[in-house]
């Protein structure tokens, strides 16, 4: 914030010559004021359903709404997979991310200590009942611990569609993109082998069509936490984005058009005097919404991350026209963002990445991965590479998704935070 | 473990004769102008880069040699002071660190920077990252291969096309790129009917451990079985000839009744046959072979010595069927697996091989063989009714070879069964 | 009388156990593990066969016809004046290493040091008094919990450098603990002891007389436990833990199927059948988070006792969550939620849960709760472990019956001697054993 | 105001001690230290410790407790409830270890559980920093357990270290199985130098992949307890010169006390920036 916001927070007189730190204090009561006023109104109270549904780890909504259609219910690990597909024919896509802070009692028995952390939560909620209501699971192309988890869902779950995704790493429509079209097809028989609606070109359109709309919402949300993160803090957008994971596609984008008017109308959404960050790097592993909030309290104010990923893998609309699997394949093959899981002919992420800083006018980059995730760490140095060429200052830390303890992360944070607050400021 | 035998096999020197050529061929690259390739183990091209005169290098072999010298440490330590993660695949870090420390191989020599950087992507998604990283450091050309995983078990006539078709349009243009030379079928197809001997001999070798005693460790001593095979050497007359001395070698201990060798000669009295999972640890490699050779255990099986390829199954290289039978060979790597199909085969293994029980030897770096190995555990163990054991090390971070905590856990595995055996009391 | 010992080498505690013909425990002794493994397992067995001659002489006193009730009351307030000699003894070996010491040659060291010793030796009789709390049983545990409480004193009331004192009793009682009793106390002491009594019984004099005359032959021993290699054992004289624990515990409740041993650095699930003979096993990997040394560090950093720990966090009404159980930092957790305002009894109760969950990922590793569950090891002494134990196998594994046996700490060295036993049986006597494994031979 | 000399009190509450510092500002520059204490808890209540230190070092300034215009606390001293503002540990300890070392540009905080090196610029602002994990291995706790078994003091770790001529190295990762390493060390006659100098070394190793990691160059200060160990500081200095590495290690006398000085440097600056804008102070908190 190079002078600009003055709102009399917590941080103090909201000049840049605030001292340092000094958002922190106060950590003991940490219902904090900031949030009271977030918890209150409209917006609270959309924000309130979505954490209900995060945090029903039975997925209660999922039940329900299986009761009311009498469709189809498939889960599947949320980096990406074409949920269009699965809503053409009727079945409802429910994202799958980890348990968050769930005790674990048989998940462990399954892991090694040195593999994250969402596989062992996954596995605990299948072995504890939660996903019952689920028909299958699909395992895209993540990472090894991923793919390995589809193995041993067959094992663990023999009566279940389980189906390894192998998204293509050739981006040549006449490679890749025939290979892609062929795992979608025969997606669509395994679905309709298991009663669901056999994929219908129009019905796809249809799907197509919704999720666009869902897409445009969100990149809309995008851009207004860009422009006014106070008015759209990211410890809301992330539930409201994981509400997406379970919710049918209609009924999240109707959720987020009334958060969004919600946020607007908040009267109390002023700017204080924080640092622009963007966070990267837990794209699979979720972070848990405590150390979002603490991030946010330690003087950040995230303008843009990858938190929810499934939602932003591609970056436009699919065409909503002519052949709508091919339309899928190449909105995939041509439209992904530079993803770690996916091979990358150049160094496009750290190129991307310096991009959004640049787009979402931050003032530094928080690498925040899960503990053990291959693919985000091994990522890092080339993105640290980039990010340092283009002089922007960044730091580091991992988590897993039931990481109870902050006090690191916010001693880190808050120095970041401070070390930009300080002297940005100063030196404007 | 060559110094400590009292005789070196005479397939031993040929191997180490082979190397040591290879090695100085690459050192000598800048001056020869021949073109070098680096790739994978798994599902590694080799038959292809020979015919187009192409000099493989095999980045992990190149890591496991370094941890086996002593030296990955201070790679690993070199790549983490660099901004690489505790956290991932230490070959990646070791390898990192070996090129910022001056890229000198495990002879000594100076490697030469790689022509091309061929990413045959078969069962671990690290080499991707690992490639991304080298052509960082390299700026060089590289070809990606996406070879697709056995999800459900079974190559299907897409994953083979997908496979072909990026060979023929991709792989194939990018060699002829890099080394100026045409692509030659019949020159692929000469190198794939030798590879297809040296294959049958290799799992004769194999499978010899099917005897009891086992003239072979599967193992500690199948690790330097499959050296040729698995890294630069298929398709050429040297792995010919180095399959069959060794063929004759092992005949030989079978007619004499021996077992196998050991770090300290040949083994005494066999005690526990054993298969194991997993990858070995490369920096206390001795150490970790003593353990078991002290108790008079013996590998029977292992499937580390099928991550380049699952000759026992049955797959051979076809010349007639050259790119197709390459796709095939990529696909049916061991790690390409699915966990289903991996047990099967750790269970089938315990059974022909007349095991005691099965060890898995889980290493942090490698999720890929490691991540679901509790499991296969477990349905081993409940399939073949036989113990099985569980340790944890590293492939050549020695931070993670913790030697009290493996013997311990050895130790106790051996005296269970051993104790089941005898129905209880004392031995 | 032919006696066979077990020895479990611990990382936090060592223990004996000695067995008669019949099988039978007739004596244990325990003490702390420390830097010297030959001292802490001479001292675990001084302390077993002080305690066999304690058995002895109450087999003694009911040969002489005294009944039980007298019996056992005269045997607990001599073993309370047994052990008063005891740590006299170790106090006087304290004393003299300390203010040998180099830092303690100042006067202002020398005056408060020999002060805090003065009022330890005062105190001993009442803190060997009937019903008197004790921190542990252990040297190093009661004297340096009334060492530093003095110190304090000295440094709050006389203006002496607390962390300077506080030193020279790290430094003393390394060397203190490793000039150790021997098994020769129970004749030195026992007598002494028996004239510490209000009034001492006649009966008694004469039955320790004849206690101390019995010849104790140790006909075969074997050795266990996380250092076990390290014991002056013959390798075919040392066994697994795992073995041990499960043939221990087999050999408490025959009717086990599935054991949980939680010691200091180790946590093991172990899977037996009906034999004893383990079929499966599972234990931590290199880090030691969850336990029991977790256990230690929060004690002290309570300035607790290990056994006060249990029954604090019973008393829990609203248990934290907590997921971190790294040793090391649990002292830094309790610190800040302490600061957060949480209650020290719910933070207590979460971290107990946190190392019975760690525990319970581990028992499923290694194929679930069986019926029955045997819990061994020294955390099964702890109260709220075993109660967050219970309840999470019920919720998990449905009705179980689980067994813990108080003398659980000694399952591994019972174990042990039972393998001494029937090593014996088979026809191993010790001397056999010793020339078989010098011949370099194989079994 | 800002030219007027100005008294500020820095706490540094740490996991396993309790630093305390007293300051002089004329806000030109000119700082000195009145006085600095550091007291360890040894299982006390952390917050009783920090208010005993405070006095004890306010009476070694001469100022009274009416003159102090800031009582700035630092790492876990949020608690104290006598502060006016706090300070995040990394910017505390950038400031006071400039002031120790004015040429330092990078600094190495070794504390009782973490360890954290930081990259700063002339005016102690922090650029860039590294921090250990969640796992205390190779942390002063672990090297304060070890000093238990082996029955030296900390004051003495450094220079027995000093005296070693085979190092043994310590394998374990792990802090709680480290010990026992080190206690089968023991046993196996290896020399208590030998020990501690093989564990310096392997904590060298950590540290400096951190300071390396944190891209510094030039003078690098340790501060925190440990820097009073020049056994710990040579490892250092000699892990450093094995990797040619542009970095020269310091250590200071008064390392220990460098986040405490450098909370209440930081107070004096916030203190006078409030004055400027016409704002008195509140209690606590500071906001
Ligand atoms: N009286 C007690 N009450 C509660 N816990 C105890 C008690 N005694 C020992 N413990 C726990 O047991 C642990 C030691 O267990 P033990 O089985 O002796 O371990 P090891 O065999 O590794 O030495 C201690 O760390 C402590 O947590
Ligand atoms: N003279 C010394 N030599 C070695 N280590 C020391 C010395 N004095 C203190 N320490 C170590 O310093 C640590 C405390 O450092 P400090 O910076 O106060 O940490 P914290 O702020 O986390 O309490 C203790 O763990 C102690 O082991
Ligand atoms: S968090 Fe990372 S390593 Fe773990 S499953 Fe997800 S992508 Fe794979
Ligand atoms: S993760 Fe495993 S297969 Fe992949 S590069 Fe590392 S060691 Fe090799
Ligand atoms: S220090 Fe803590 S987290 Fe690290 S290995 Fe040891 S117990 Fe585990």
């Known amino acids: 914030m190079t002078g600009g916001g003055r709102g009399h927070g917590r941080g103090g007189d909201g000049s840049c010559g605030c001292g340092p730190g000094e958002g922190g204090c106060g950590s003991a009561a940490p219902a904090a004021a900031g949030e009271a006023a977030a918890g209150a109104g409209a917006a609270g ?15 209660g909504s999922v039940r329900a709404w299986k009761e009311r259609t009498g469709g189809l219910a498939v889960g599947y690990m949320p980096v990406y997979v074409p949920r269009e597909v699965l809503h053409a024919q009727g079945v409802l896509p429910v994202g799958i991310a980890g348990g968050g802070e769930m005790e674990i009692i048989r998940g462990d028995a399954y892991y090694q200590s040195y593999i994250c952390h969402i596989p062992r939560s996954t596995v605990e909620l299948g072995l504890d009942g939660s996903l019952d209501c689920l028909d299958g699971m699909l395992f895209p192309a993540i990472c090894d611990v991923i793919r390995n988890l589809s193995g041993m869902w067959k094992m663990l779950f023999p009566g279940k569609l389980v189906r390894y995704m192998d998204v293509p790493q050739d981006f040549d429509p006449s490679m890749g993109g025939v290979f892609w079209r062929h795992e979608i097809r025969s997606l669509a028989e395994d679905l309709a082998a298991r009663g669901a609606r056999p994929l219908e070109d129009g019905a796809l359109r249809d799907s197509i ?160 991965a899960a503990s053990f995730c291959d693919p985000a760490l091994l990522d890092q140095p080339m993105i640290v590479a980039a990010v340092e060429r283009a002089g922007i200052p960044w730091t580091g830390f991992k988590f897993s998704e039931n990481t109870g303890q902050f006090q690191v992360i916010r001693e880190q944070a808050g120095t970041f935070a401070d070390s930009i607050k300080l002297w940005t400021g100063a030196q404007a | 473990m060559s110094e400590a035998q009292v005789r070196k096999d005479r397939s031993q020197e040929r191997q180490k004769q082979m190397i040591a050529e290879h090695y100085r061929r690459l050192a000598r690259c800048g001056e020869t102008g021949e073109k070098n390739v680096y790739t994978y183990v798994p599902g590694n091209l080799t038959e292809l880069m020979r015919s187009f005169h192409a000099l493989p290098v095999l980045p992990e072999i190149n890591a496991l040699q370094s941890g086996m010298r002593g030296k990955s440490r201070d790679y690993i330590a070199a790549a983490e002071r660099d901004g690489h993660s505790e956290d991932v695949c230490t070959y990646v870090k070791c390898d990192i660190g070996m090129k910022r420390s001056g890229n000198v191989g495990p002879t000594g020599e100076r490697l030469p920077d790689p022509d091309l950087l061929l990413l045959s992507y078969t069962g671990c998604f690290t080499f991707l990252k690992w490639f991304e990283l080298l052509r960082e450091e390299y700026d060089c050309p590289v070809v990606m291969l996406h070879v697709p995983y056995q999800g459900d078990g079974v190559i299907t006539d897409a994953m083979r096309k997908y496979v072909v078709d990026q060979l023929r349009e991709k792989v194939i243009p990018a060699l002829e790129k890099a080394t100026g030379r045409a692509y030659d079928e019949d020159l692929l197809r000469e190198n794939l009917a030798r590879s297809a001997k040296a294959e049958d001999d290799l799992v004769w070798v194999l499978q010899s451990a099917r005897n009891r005693p086992s003239p072979i460790d ?210 | 009388m032919r006696t066979w010992t077990g020895i479990d080498l611990g990382s936090t505690t060592t223990k004996a156990v000695v067995l008669d013909e ?72 304290l004393r003299e290493i300390l203010l040998r010491l180099p830092g303690a040659s100042a006067p202002e060291e020398r005056h408060p040091l020999a002060r805090i010793l003065d009022r330890m030796r005062e105190e001993t009789d009442a803190l060997f008094a009937a019903g008197a709390e004790r921190k542990s049983d252990f040297f190093r545990d009661i004297a340096g919990s009334r060492y530093l409480r003095l110190a304090e004193e000295e440094a709050r009331e006389k203006g002496a450098r607390f962390d300077a004192l506080a030193g020279l009793f790290d430094k003393a009682i390394l060397d203190a603990e490793n000039t150790p009793t021997g098994e020769g106390d129970f004749e030195r002491y026992g007598m002494a002891a028996v004239g510490r009594m209000r009034t001492a019984p006649p009966e008694l004099r004469g039955a320790v007389e004849r206690a101390v005359r019995v010849d104790l032959e140790r006909a075969g021993s074997v050795g266990t436990g996380y250092g076990r290699a390290r014991l002056p054992f013959p390798r075919r004289q040392i066994r697994s833990e795992i073995l041990c624990h499960g043939l221990g515990a087999h050999a408490m409740f025959p009717g086990t199927r599935t054991v949980l041993d939680i010691g200091g650095q180790d946590t093991k699930a172990i899977q037996v059948d009906e034999a004893g003979i383990v079929t499966s096993f599972q234990m931590n990997d290199r880090c030691a988070a969850g336990c029991g040394r977790y256990l230690g560090y929060i004690a002290d950093e309570m300035n607790l006792g290990l056994h006060e720990l249990g029954p604090l966090a ?130 | 105001m800002s030219g007027a000399d100005m008294i500020t009190a820095g706490i540094d509450v740490g996991s396993s001690a309790v630093k305390v510092a007293v300051m002089r500002t004329d806000g030109r520059g000119g700082e000195e230290m009145l006085s600095g204490r550091c007291e360890r808890m040894r299982r006390r209540d952390a917050l009783e410790v920090a208010r005993a230190v405070f006095e004890e070092a306010l009476a070694e300034s001469g100022a009274g407790r009416g003159e102090i215009g800031y009582v700035a606390t630092t790492g876990e001293g949020e608690g104290v409830d006598f502060r006016t503002g706090h300070f995040y540990g990394m910017t505390t300890h950038a400031r006071g270890g400039l002031f120790l070392e004015p040429e330092a540009r990078a600094v190495i905080d070794i504390g009782a559980l973490h360890t954290r090196a930081l990259l700063m610029d002339g005016r102690a602002k922090v650029l860039g920093y590294r921090m250990t994990s969640q796992c205390a291995s190779g942390s002063g706790q672990f090297l304060e357990n070890i000093t238990r078994y082996l029955g030296v003091t900390l004051e003495e770790i450094g220079p027995l270290s000093l005296a070693a001529d085979d190092p043994e190295k310590c394998s374990s990762i792990c802090a709680v199985l480290a010990e026992t390493d080190v206690i089968n060390m023991v046993s196996r006659g290896i020399p208590v130098p030998n020990i501690l100098k093989g564990i310096h070394q392997s904590m060298a190793g950590r540290y400096y992949r951190l300071i390396a990691g944190a891209g510094a160059r030039g003078v690098v200060l340790v501060t925190g307890g440990p820097a009073a160990d020049v056994g710990l500081v040579r490892a250092l200095q000699e892990e450093a010169a094995a990797n040619r590495s542009p970095v020269e290690i310091r250590s200071h006398p008064r390392s220990v006390l460098a986040g405490a000085i450098g909370a209440a440097l930081w107070g004096a600056f916030r203190a006078r920036r409030l004055a400027e804008k016409g704002l008195a102070l509140s209690g606590a908190g500071g906001a």
């Open chain 1, 209 to 368: 069509r919704a999720y666009n709309a869902n897409r445009r919402r969100i990149r809309d949300l995008m851009e207004l936490r860009r422009r006014e993160p106070w008015k759209v803090p990211t410890h809301e957008l992330y539930v409201v984005l994981r509400a997406g994971l379970v919710l049918p596609v209609e009924e999240h984008t109707a959720l987020l058009d009334e958060y969004r008017e919600a946020a607007l109308a908040d009267p109390d959404r002023r700017p204080l005097d924080q640092a622009r960050v963007v966070v990267t790097g837990s794209f699979c592993e979720q972070p848990p919404l405590g150390l979002i909030k603490t991030l946010e309290r330690a003087g950040c104010y995230i303008v843009d991350d990858d938190f929810v990923q499934v939602h932003r893998w591609l970056k436009g609309d699919v065409r909503e026209d002519g052949d709508p699997v091919e339309n899928l394949v190449r909105a995939f093959l041509e439209d992904s963002i530079a993803h770690p899981t996916r091979w990358i002919d150049r160094d496009r992420k750290g190129e991307e990445l310096v991009a959004r800083v640049r787009e979402s006018r931050a003032e530094g980059v928080l690498f925040c």
């Open chain 3, 314 to 443: 019973g008393q829990a009404t609203r248990p934290v969550r907590i997921n971190s159980t790294c040793t090391v930092f649990a002292g830094a957790e309790l610190r800040e939620r302490l600061s957060l305002g949480e209650q020290r009894e719910d933070i207590l109760a979460g971290l107990h849960r946190a190392i019975i969950l760690r525990a319970m990922s581990l028992l499923a590793r290694s194929g679930g709760v069986a019926d029955e569950f045997t819990f061994t090891g020294g955390v099964a002494r702890n109260s709220t472990a075993v109660s967050v134990l219970r309840s999470l196998v019920r919720d998990n594994y449905g009705e179980r019956r689980i067994n813990i046996s108080p003398d659980s700490i000694y399952t591994g060295a019972l174990g042990a001697a039972l393998f001494a036993l029937r090593g014996s049986a088979a026809g191993h006597g010790a001397e056999e054993e010793a020339a078989a494994s010098a011949a370099g031979g194989h079994p």
């Open chain 2, 218 to 427: 599967a193992y500690f001593g199948g690790v330097y079985y499959i050296g040729p095979i698995f890294s630069a050497f298929r398709g050429t007359e040297d792995a010919v000839l180095y399959y069959r001395e060794l063929r004759e070698e092992i005949e030989e201990r079978l007619r004499l009744g021996k077992g196998p060798v050991t770090p300290d000669g040949d083994m005494g009295e066999e005690r526990f046959r054993v298969v194991v999972e997993g990858p070995p640890n490369w920096t206390s490699f001795r150490e970790f072979w003593k353990m078991f050779s002290d108790e008079g255990a013996v590998v029977v099986a292992s499937t580390y010595t099928k991550v380049g390829g699952t000759y026992d199954l049955g797959f051979r290289h076809d010349p007639s069927r050259p790119l197709e039978t390459l796709a095939e060979y990529c696909m049916g790597c061991y790690t390409n697996l699915n966990l289903p199909s991996r047990v099967d085969l750790l269970a089938r293994y315990v059974e022909e091989y007349a095991a005691d029980g099965l060890l898995v030897n889980s290493v942090k770096s490698c999720n890929s063989f490691s991540a679901g190995q509790l499991l296969m555990l477990r349905e081993v163990e409940k399939r073949t009714g036989k113990p099985a054991g569980f340790i944890e090390s590293d492939l050549v971070d020695p931070r993670y070879f913790s030697a009290a905590n493996i013997k311990n856990r050895l130790e106790s595995w051996f005296q269970m069964i051993e104790q089941k055996r005898s129905g209880g009391g004392g031995r």
């Open chain 3, 22 to 93: 019949g099988a039978r425990i007739i004596g244990r002794g325990i003490t702390n593990s420390r830097s010297n493994y030959d001292v802490a397992c001479r001292v675990a067995l001084a302390e077993a066969v002080i305690n066999t001659r304690f058995f002895l002489l109450s087999a003694e006193l009911d040969r002489a016809g005294v009944p039980p009730a007298r019996r056992d009351s005269w045997l607990e307030e001599m073993g309370r004046r047994f052990r008063e000699q005891q740590y006299l003894g170790q106090l006087a070996v």
């Open chain 1, 45 to 59: 109270a959309v924000v309130a359903r979505c954490t209900a549904l995060m945090q029903d780890l039975r997925l």
